[in-house]
């Protein structure tokens, strides 16, 4: 999934007793800690990042990389999980390995549910992507922190993981290929208008076909609105393509204060804004309910949104059309245009590499000069309570109020949703208005990853007859998807299965669709109070805005400029689409404000004073 952390604020209206409690007893600890803050903001800042994953992995890497000089006295990345380890340094624990990520391991308690960004690994060695699991080849931002790694590999996404049984040398198994759209049972529940509109239980099995048999039956089946989405998704990886110069640049108009200006300045504001079937309808794609004069000569408008783009949207998003917006949309289809692949080991290594290079660069800045902290630091604690202080700075406290640090600038680089952080300003709680819209807020859409050994897909109840039909991957309609409470179907290696769903599978489900030999390996809930695999996009609109990228600044409250205290957000970039890129994108745009807030970056008001490629 471009399912793609650690980290909903607590936000209360008026002050309880408990929070009252609460404020006292840090005040306390803070006086007593007579900590040492930073006294010159362009010099020997302090900066905590809350959250370990691409978003805050990539973030410290930029930070270190606009710090040439060593001007930032300290970087420290608090997160609950430990960095993922070298998948080639790891042995075996019990019947697989393991990454010391949440990958490996469902916590359901207060540690929730971990990077989206997660693998498992089985006993032969080979990686499963449990959330974000493709990686687009024109994707700058990832690529290029795998070429500063050398021991960073792709593989092909389609490779998954062997299987963790032995079924003995006699098991006649063949890898499968192609996709398969599902529609549903028609002996089973009540025919909808969108089954009587289109009644095949299988609209599109490219299963055994060649690349160009599968051209010219999609071609045949969706035609000229094909065409039409696939220009539209050209032109907009042409448009997404100019947010890696404007990042680049330090001229005066490029330091973006929202993913909404980046959006704007790229030319793809529309398509962030509206659900993706308001933007299918500019694009002129058919509707199965309007276009009645093409029904009216004989031709089945509407088979490629009800069909290709609905199964996209509910396999890497658990979401229809109405609830997408068009930019979101256009990513999903990109996939099935481009170059896609994975990260050797496990996506979750790009978290890993990202830390080991920015602490290289760092000690390269600072030690010839002994200058400053050479080193990053990764503290796995959770963080509870920030408070923020005029003349003092940013507080991080644990869950038992213990003070774990005072920073200049903190930076939230994981999604407000997922962090249960309580936000206090000195005399007062934190402004509710900087989280305005409610993309800030509005709980994230919940996907349950299963890993499936030992199983057989049913032909029979899939109404497949023949075993060189059976897909590599199998997507849901909307009918299909509700019928039988799944999102997609993986086949990832001899008898090793993945599915997406938005309920735990029961057992009768499990043995129905795959087998009585079938074994859940692993069960990964993204979702919950604090969690969940992909924004809620609520089909656009007001709900796709994003905040600000600073949410408060120490000296002049909120939205304005300071010499003290700042709270910048990297994950509000995710507010109208959300993949691995999305949140290294929201990690550059923060770190090149920082680093302009510190004094680190040149900024020219003239196009002409820019030279060369800067960062």
């Known amino acids: 999934m471009t399912k793609t952390c650690t980290c909903i604020p607590n936000i209360m209206a008026i002050f309880t007793y408990r929070t009252m409690v609460l404020y006292l007893w840090i005040w306390t600890c803070t006086t007593a800690a007579n900590v040492v803050f930073a006294q010159d903001h362009n010099h020997n800042a302090r900066i905590a990042v809350i959250g370990g994953s691409i978003s805050g992995s990539f973030l410290t890497k930029y930070l270190s990389d606009y710090d040439s000089h060593c001007q930032i006295h300290s970087i420290t990345i608090y997160d609950p999980y430990d960095i993922p380890k070298d998948p080639r340094m790891m042995t075996p624990d019990g019947r697989r390995q393991k990454f010391v990520s949440p990958s490996a391991s469902q916590r359901d308690g207060e540690e929730g549910q971990g990077p989206r960004v997660s693998s498992l690994t089985l006993m032969d060695g080979n990686p499963i992507e449990l959330g974000a699991s493709i990686i687009y080849s024109d994707n700058r931002l990832v690529v290029e922190m795998m070429e500063g790694d050398p021991t960073m590999k792709r593989k092909e996404v389609h490779g998954g993981g062997g299987g963790v049984h032995d079924f003995g040398e006699s098991t006649n ?110 694009i002129n794609v058919s509707h199965p309910q309007h276009s009645w004069i093409l029904r009216m000569v004989g031709f089945k408008p509407g ?14 998003n658990n979401k229809n059309n ?29 978290i890993r590499s990202a830390i080991q290079q920015a602490k ?13 902290n050479a080193h990053i630091d990764y503290i796995t604690k959770r963080i509870k309570t920030v408070v923020s202080d005029y003349e003092k700075g940013m507080e991080l406290f644990d869950k038992d109020g213990k003070l774990l640090g005072a920073y200049d600038i903190v930076i939230l680089a994981a999604p407000l949703q997922f962090c249960d952080i309580t936000f206090l300003t000195r005399g007062s709680m934190f402004d509710s208005q900087v989280l305005s819209p409610d993309s800030a807020t509005r709980p994230y859409t919940q996907v349950i990853t299963t890993i499936i050994s030992g199983g ?42 993945k599915t997406f769903s938005s309920k735990k599978l029961t057992h009768e489900q499990i043995t129905t669709w795959f087998g009585e030999k079938a074994i859940i390996e692993e069960v990964k809930v993204w979702g919950g109070l604090n969690g969940g695999a992909t924004p809620d996009f609520n089909g656009g609109g007001e709900s796709s805005l994003g905040t600000n990228f600073l949410l408060y600044s120490g000296s002049d409250g909120f939205g304005g400029e300071a010499d003290k205290s700042a709270l910048f957000y990297t994950n509000t970039m995710e507010s109208a689409v959300a993949a691995i890129e999305i949140s290294a994108i929201g990690a550059k745009a923060v770190a090149k404000l920082v680093a302009e807030r510190l004094g680190l970056i040149n900024v020219v008001e003239d196009i002409q004073d820019i030279q060369g490629d800067e960062l």
């Open 173 to 282: 198994w063949k890898p499968k290929n192609g996709l398969g759209i599902y529609n549903g049972n028609f002996e089973a529940g009540n025919h909808t208008s969108t089954s009587q509109t289109f009644p095949l239980i299988w609209p599109l099995l490219t299963a055994g076909l060649t690349s160009g048999e599968t051209t010219t039956l999609m071609l045949w089946r969706y035609n000229i609105d094909l065409w039409r989405m696939a220009k539209a998704t050209e032109k907009a990886l042409d448009s997404f393509a100019l947010i890696y110069d404007l990042l680049r640049s330090t001229h005066v108009s490029t330091f973006y204060k929202s993913p909404n200006d980046i959006w704007d300045a790229v030319g793809l504001k529309y398509s962030a804004s509206v659900s993706l079937d308001t933007f299918l309808d500019s």
């Open 303 to 316: 088979r490629m949104r009800a069909e290709l783009i609905t199964a996209m949207n509910i396999c890497n």
């Open 322 to 350: 109405t609830q997408m917006t068009g930019l979101a949309g256009l990513v999903n289809f990109a996939a099935s245009q481009g170059d896609l692949f994975a990260v050797e080991g496990g996506n979750d290594q790009l």
């Open 360 to 372: 290289f660069k760092r000690a390269q800045s600072c030690q010839p000069n002994h200058k400053g």
């Open 456 to 497: 057989i897909l049913n032909q029979t109840y899939f109404s497949i007859n023949e075993d060189e039909k059976v897909p590599k991957s199998i997507l849901m309609t909307r009918r299909g998807s509700e019928q039988i409470g799944l999102s997609s179907i993986t086949e990832l290696g001899p008898f090793l299965f």
